[in-house]
């Protein structure tokens, strides 16, 4: 099947004009928070995103600068995306679910010199997480920040009311009302090249701690773009995401890829299989993008047959052969598609085509996309195997990321001297050239569509007084696909409850980190070499946990 996807070099700003121009009076976004919606049309978006662009010039953000944005999926969250790159700065996406600890680390490495977050959500109090971090923000005027633990950061700007040390994003729209700002905002803005970074994503690795991948206003506009059309998208469809706007899936995949075909998008602030229903039918939706868990709790919910899901269609996903079955079957998304990607590769390598026969559809991730290799290599030898063979998969082109921001040394280990991204993924290419991803050879997990470092959890566990050794593994999960497990050899003399270590990480790492399962192990089994052996480990729990009906 020949492709010809005319997408020309932009930057994310020059996107948004050019379909507010096209469609000014669309719905162009639409969002849901506790069951109600705020929906925008193109140009009331656009507004918006001018107004905080020049709040944030009026702030003294300059190109380059770094941006964090600690928000779950909220108007305000794609409304700062679009500003801060109409500005030549640089957006850092936070996962709303870090603790403080996580939080700190990625505000210092990334050098964020403004942070915007939400005051609550979900009973999480992110003004008060913040103030632990910077307790001179009590007795500062906002802007005037001056903190020994982040020395570069000097705006918070929250969602909620007036706060000592913080400027309310309304106050920070009310800055952009300046008529004055209006040129400086055009001028700024066609200073900005396609090729600039535009995002730092940190993506977890076998470091103990986050890296920031950095991506550029083109790759990630052309990757959209691509998977878009490939999933069947045009100006007349509906798509509904819960994809999270921290992550790539929800900034990069659903929120561009809809801009670029000049569609609508729906999204929900957290996943709700009820409102989904509801939405799915209420605004006929053709299209639905989610991860493997999402679809399950869509199959399991009382209104699922209740609902009308005839509009559906179109979507793409992740996940095991049966799972696609069930997707195209029951949910009835008749074109679904699978995909395989990274936040190193802006972040799509292959996806399927809505055209492609079932069978590949189910049971691949589809060609590369236009612009990008894949080749699979001998993980020991370097050597690339024929079809059909298993080993590394490794990409190259126009989407692999412009490096790990401040860590060279990660970065050449990444991507070698003739620009191959080597994933750590295990995968094999068909005689036909679709990709089938195997699993990982990495030290990783996928946790309900979220990637957890092992390397990260042990460094916690670590830090209990009473643990000596530990291992994390992932064990099989139907709702999440996978959970950490982790075995724990104590210290001698002393005793702990499986609660008392899960308690210890609660306080210190996203949910979706902390261990489901510990096992107390009095040895590990070892390699020759002195190293834990993990899939021994893993191996033998799998088997015990089946038996006893676990899974």
Excluded at 3 to 23: C, F, H, K, Q, S
Excluded at 77 to 93: D, N, R, T, W, Y
Excluded at 217 to 228: C, E, F, G, P
Excluded at 358 to 370: D, F, S
Aim: proline share 5%; aromatic share 8%.
């Amino acid at each position: 099947m020949s492709e010809t996807y005319n997408w020309p070099r932009m930057t994310y700003g020059a996107a948004l004009d050019r379909i507010v121009r096209m469609y000014p009076d669309r719905e162009l976004l639409i969002f849901y928070r506790d069951g109600q919606s705020r929906r925008y049309r193109s140009r009331e978006f656009l507004d918006e995103v001018n107004r905080l662009a020049r709040g944030l010039l009026k702030l003294g953000v300059q190109p380059g600068d770094k941006v964090a944005l600690w928000l779950a999926n909220l108007p305000e969250c794609a409304v700062a995306e679009f500003a801060i790159a109409k500005l030549g700065a640089v957006m850092v996406a936070i996962n709303t679910r870090y603790k403080v600890r996580e939080l700190e680390y990625v505000l210092r490495q990334s050098d964020a010199t403004t942070l915007i977050i939400m005051d609550r959500f979900l009973d999480i109090d992110y003004e008060a997480m913040v103030r632990s971090i910077c307790p001179e923000l009590n007795t500062c005027r906002p802007g005037q920040l001056e903190s020994k633990t982040l020395p570069q950061l000097k705006w918070v700007i929250t969602l909620g009311d007036e706060a000592p040390g913080m400027l309310t994003y309304r106050d920070l729209l009310a800055l952009g009302d300046d008529p004055a700002l209006v040129g400086a905002l055009h001028r700024r803005q066609a200073s900005v090249d396609p090729d600039d970074v535009v995002l730092i994503q940190y993506t977890s690795g076998t470091t103990a701690f986050p890296k920031g991948a950095m991506l550029g206003h083109d790759q990630t506009l052309r990757n959209a773009y691509i998977m878009a059309r490939r999933t069947g998208l045009d100006e007349n469809d509906r798509v509904l995401s819960a994809m999270p706007m921290f992550h790539v899936g929800g900034s990069v995949c659903a929120l561009l890829g809809t801009i670029t075909c000049g569609c609508p998008l729906y999204t929900t602030a957290t996943f709700d299989a009820g409102l989904t229903l509801r939405i799915i039918e209420e605004e006929k939706i053709t299209c639905y993008i989610g991860i493997e868990s999402m679809f399950y709790m869509l199959r399991e919910h009382e209104d699922f047959h209740r609902r009308d899901r005839s509009s559906l269609s179109k979507g793409w996903t992740t996940g095991s052969v049966e799972m696609l079955k069930m997707v195209a079957d029951e949910i009835g998304i008749e074109h679904v598609v699978s995909l395989y990607g990274l936040s190193e590769a802006s972040p799509n390598v292959s996806i399927g085509d809505w055209r492609d026969p079932r069978e590949k559809r189910l049971t691949t991730m589809g060609r590369p996309q236009p612009g990008v290799e894949v080749k699979i290599i001998d993980p020991e030898t370097g050597e690339p195997q024929p079809a059909g063979q298993p080993g590394e998969i490794c990409v190259r082109g126009y989407n692999v990321m412009k490096g790990y921001y401040k860590m060279p040394e990660e970065t050449a280990q990444a991507i070698d001297s003739e620009g191959w991204l080597h994933t750590g993924d295990r995968g094999r290419l068909d005689a036909d050239g679709y990709l089938i991803w195997l699993g990982r050879i990495k030290d990783m997990l996928r946790v309900g569509g979220e990637n957890v470092s092992a390397l990260e959890v042990e460094d916690v566990l670590f830090g209990h007084p009473k643990v000596a050794v530990a291992a994390v593994v992932g064990v099989p999960d139907q709702r999440l696909g996978e959970v950490p497990l982790a075995f724990i050899q104590l210290k001698p003399g002393v005793t702990a409850t499986p609660e008392e270590i899960i308690e210890y990480c609660r306080d210190r790492i996203a949910n979706f980190k902390v261990p489901r399962y510990i096992r107390f192990m009095e040895k590990f089994p070892m390699t020759g070499s002195g190293k834990i052996q993990k899939f021994a480990l893993r191996e033998q729990v799998i088997t015990e946990m089946k038996q006893s009906g676990l899974i």
